[in-house]
């Protein structure tokens, strides 16, 4: 009823010549191909289809262990896919055996030096927090992006690599994945994400607790019935087929319903019900005269079989 009402509306008013001009609209502003360069030392970026980005920590012979290079990584790429128009959503994985080992032990004993240091002990604070807000503003990244980010994981998930995952939008993991929140082993609180994030993705604080102060080893199936993730497979490989999948599902629909949703998601985790609907209310006055309302309403109402072409953005 909706859809017909909308679709009478929009015949001849100023909306019901854009169908056309989007059929007549030339390929090349319409197909998805990177333009924007992506070379990292510690990343692999690759294109998986058009509009899905594949981003893999890549450093297989140290357990992808997340390094100095890794963490600047991980902050500009996510900063830069948030303006790619060829991306729409994102594949995060880590290689065949690890998704990562967390941070890169050595580099963490070099942060003692700071510590162990001379210096006046304000003069140490202060270096530190500065080196722990750049790894929390690398992190926070991903949630800063708009496109959806989904994150496939095998093998070890350990430390930074569970406050990695939890500011992603969609979890997948094998059967062979686990998880450890390692760091009070290693004499620290977690503080890149894990303690803020992770009560919101598990239900059960009580067991956000435990995993956070035992450090206990968490199977695939756990994270599957609390809620980590939210599917499981039997090997890598039809892991990263569903998440392919469900990638270019996401980048088929409207980039601007899509991206709102994300920021609409997480603006409503973190609010009031009442704030999350007033947050709505402004966003859609804006979103709801883009001319995809139309042409998603339109396909809809046609019962066509395809998608309809949404312009870039
Ligand atoms: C301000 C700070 C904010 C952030 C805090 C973050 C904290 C954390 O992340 S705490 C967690 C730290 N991580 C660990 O304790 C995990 C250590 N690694 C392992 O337990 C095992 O490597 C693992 C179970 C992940 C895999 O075992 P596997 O038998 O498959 O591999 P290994 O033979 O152990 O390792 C292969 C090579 O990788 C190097 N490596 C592994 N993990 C790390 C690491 N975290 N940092 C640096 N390097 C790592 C390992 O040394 C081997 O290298 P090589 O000897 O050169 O072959």
Not at 169 to 183: I, M, P, S
Not at 236 to 264: C, D, F, G, H, Y
Not at 266 to 274: F, G
Not at 285 to 291: D, K
Request: charged letters at 20%; one cysteine or more.
């Amino acid at each position: 009823m909706l859809l017909r009402s909308l679709y009478r509306k929009a015949a001849g008013t100023p909306f019901s010549g854009l169908l056309s001009t989007l059929q007549h609209t030339k390929p090349h502003m319409l197909a998805a191909s990177m333009s924007t360069t992506y070379n990292y030392e510690a990343l692999k970026v690759e294109t998986l289809a058009d509009y899905v980005i594949g981003v893999q920590l890549n450093r297989p012979d140290k357990r992808n262990a997340i390094n100095n290079v890794m963490w600047r990584e991980i902050g500009e790429v996510f900063s830069k896919l948030a303006t790619d128009p060829d991306c729409r959503s994102i594949v995060l994985s880590g290689d065949r055996k690890t998704f990562t080992a967390g941070i890169d032990m050595g580099e963490f004993v070099e942060m003692a030096s700071i510590v162990m240091g001379d210096e006046d002990i304000a003069r140490k604070c202060f270096k530190l927090k500065k080196i722990i807000q750049t790894y929390q503003e690398s992190f926070t990244q991903l949630e800063k992006c708009p496109k959806p980010i989904i994150c496939a994981i095998n093998g070890p998930c350990v430390g930074a690599g569970v406050d990695l995952i939890s500011a992603t939008d969609v979890r997948y993991c094998t059967a062979d994945a686990w998880f450890q929140v390692k760091e009070v082993d290693v004499g620290l609180a977690a503080d890149v994400g894990t303690l803020q994030r992770l009560p919101k993705l598990i239900g059960s604080q009580s067991l956000v607790n435990e995993l956070c102060l035992t450090c206990r080893v968490m199977g695939a199936s756990e994270a599957l019935s609390c809620g980590l993730v939210s599917r499981l497979f039997v090997d890598r490989e039809a892991m990263m087929a569903a998440a392919l999948a469900s990638a270019k599902l996401i980048a088929s629909n409207s980039p601007v319903a899509v991206q709102a949703t994300k920021m609409s998601l997480l603006y409503s985790r973190d609010h009031t019900v009442e704030e999350g609907l007033q947050f709505m209310a402004l966003l859609n006055m804006s979103m709801l005269q883009s001319e995809d309302v139309r042409l998603a309403a339109m396909s809809q109402l046609e019962r066509s079989k395809s998608k309809p072409t949404f312009a870039k953005m």
